[in-house]
């Protein structure tokens, strides 16, 4: 099976920093692409930013400038979130996502983490 396990999540205070990782372990014979979905109290989940494997980002407008996302070259299986002037609006808890053929013959099909929580204080 394939797991995503999400760590860094902590309480901080606006303006602080953070950072997220998010490891994909199990039978992965590629990865399409990672991301970081977050989803706050009585809201829809939505896309924070992602990364194919060739490199190429996207980010949400209301992080734009202030998260980074960022893969090892050395391990692909690998995603980390840099978080950076939060703000209380960030509160969310936060969801690694991945596009993932477990197979060379198998289509690629989403996973996703448990999530981790982000609470940052006024």
């Known amino acids: 099976q394939v797991q995503l396990v999400e760590s860094g999540g902590d309480l901080v205070q606006s303006g602080g920093s953070l950072r997220l990782s998010c490891v994909a372990s199990?039978?992965?014979?590629?990865?399409?692409?990672m991301g970081w979905y977050r989803q706050a109290p009585g809201k829809e989940r939505e896309l924070v930013a992602g990364?194919?494997?060739?490199?190429?980002?996207?980010y949400a407008d209301s992080v734009k400038g202030r998260f980074t996302i960022s893969s090892r070259d050395n391990a692909k299986n690998m995603v980390n979130l840099q978080m950076n002037s939060l703000k209380p609006e960030d509160t969310a808890v936060y969801y690694c996502n991945a596009e993932i053929r477990k197979t060379w013959y198998d289509n690629a099909r989403e996973f996703w983490g448990r999530g981790t929580l982000v609470t940052v204080s006024s």
């Open positions: 990364i194919t494997s060739g490199g190429i980002t996207n």
């Open positions: 199990g039978r992965i014979y590629n990865i399409n692409a």
